[in-house]
């Protein structure tokens, strides 16, 4: 079956150093993947997706990469802020019109 | 912005009771998607719809059904409310020309006693 690892429940780190969440995914093709944020008590607000045949997708302290042969998506912070504590949710998906499968989030947590 | 709309942030119901979770999106998106979402199960895809009057199993459908009469509304009914239904619930809207990226609502967090 269809499976979706985000490396742990949660990561702690300190503030200013790069955070590094990852993604791995078995059983499964997907033609993107999307990330998401989400804070305490409210619904997953969408940060960035990569295509399968992007390596590497940028917005502002935002990195997000996709090996589709390691079957893994990498997503990094840099130069981490106590505001970018939330939990973070990897979505595959199968085609431009395939629903989305939802890791179970990594909670990042950034201590000043 | 898309705006998504749940009717309530907080409901509690008694065991048995017929409950309706309400969820309406401002920009014509045709698809919707009701989910639950558990400590340590993550979100879990209850129903979803790609047209008004269409409906579609997702993971976990039983104890729920669904309604979309209109394009901007997708109801969330659950036929007698059980404990084990005691979730935070989210609603999603999308449409395929924004490469189905999720717009979710605030969610409403659901007490059965």
């Known amino acids: 079956s269809q499976k979706i690892e985000q490396n742990s429940e949660a990561l702690n780190i300190q503030e200013g150093k790069t955070a590094t969440l990852t993604c791995n995914y078995t059983?499964?093709?997907?033609?993107?993947l999307q990330w998401y944020r989400q804070d305490p008590g409210r619904g997953p607000v969408f940060l960035l997706l990569i295509r399968e045949n992007e390596k590497e997708k940028r917005k502002e302290r935002l990195k997000v990469t996709f090996d589709t042969t390691l079957k893994q998506s990498l997503f990094h912070i840099t130069a981490s802020q106590p505001a970018d504590s939330a939990t973070y949710l990897c979505?595959?998906?199968?085609?431009?019109?395939?629903?989305?499968?939802f890791g179970k989030g990594t909670k990042l947590s950034v201590k000043p | 912005d898309v705006k998504v709309t749940q009717s309530s942030r907080y409901l509690v119901k008694r065991t048995g009771e017929k409950v309706f979770l309400e969820c309406v999106q401002d920009m014509d998106h045709e698809n919707m998607f009701w989910y639950r979402q558990d400590p340590g199960l993550g979100l879990r895809l209850i129903y979803f719809?790609?047209?008004?009057?269409?409906?579609e199993k997702g993971d976990i459908p039983e104890g729920y059904s669904v309604s979309r009469e209109k394009k901007e509304r997708f109801s969330l009914i659950l036929e007698s409310a059980s404990t084990n239904q005691t979730s935070m619930y989210l609603c999603?809207?999308?449409?395929?020309?924004?490469?189905?990226?999720?717009?979710f609502g605030a969610g409403t967090r659901l007490s059965v006693l």
């Open positions: 999603a809207s999308t449409t395929v020309l924004a490469k189905n990226i999720q717009y």
């Open positions: 059983n499964y093709s997907p033609a993107y």
């Open positions: 979505a595959p998906q199968e085609g431009s019109q395939g629903n989305l499968i």
């Open positions: 719809s790609y047209d008004v009057k269409m409906k």
